[in-house]
Nanobody, 125 residues
Framework: VQLQACGGGLVQAGASLRLSCVVS????????VGWFRQASGKKREFVAA????????RLADSVKGRFTIARDNAKKTVYLQMDDLKPEDTAVYSC???????????????????WGQGTQVTVSS
């Protein structure tokens, strides 16, 4: 399984961005896919995750009401739609995948077996 994240950029506060995580390999439809972010000088933190079996999802409290996560199994892609971006959303965003079902365990980066490279999101005030 390989993951490729893209869609980052430099935007002003209040703007929107959509990140994409394209997954290659045979088992996309059964994979839980998550998004994590790491701001400069801070630890990587959970942002969102979506189940591979029933499209259930989890969102971090800090992004609820602003971010949504969705998947397109035909395109083997998971999207992170980010609206009303704030300067504190500035970070490198990475996607990850795992064969395990989406439970609270998948809120932790250590539970994911597969990682893509990050994409930079910068939000100016």
């Amino acid at each position: 399984v390989q993951l490729q994240a893209c869609g980052g950029g430099l935007v002003q506060a209040g703007a929107s961005l959509r990140l994409s995580c394209v997954v290659s390999g045979r088992y996309f439809s059964g994979l839980t896919v998550g998004w994590f972010r790491q701001a400069s000088g801070k630890k990587r933190e959970f942002v969102a995750a979506i189940s591979g079996s029933d499209d259930s999802f989890r969102l971090a409290d800090s992004v609820k009401g602003r971010f949504t996560i969705a998947r397109d199994n035909a395109k083997k892609t998971v999207y992170l739609q980010m609206d009303d971006l704030k300067p504190e959303d500035t970070a490198v965003y990475s996607c990850a995948a795992d064969h395990a079902a989406l439970t609270d365990r998948l809120l932790y980066q250590s539970e994911y077996d597969y990682w893509g490279q990050g994409t930079q999101v910068t939000v100016s005030s």
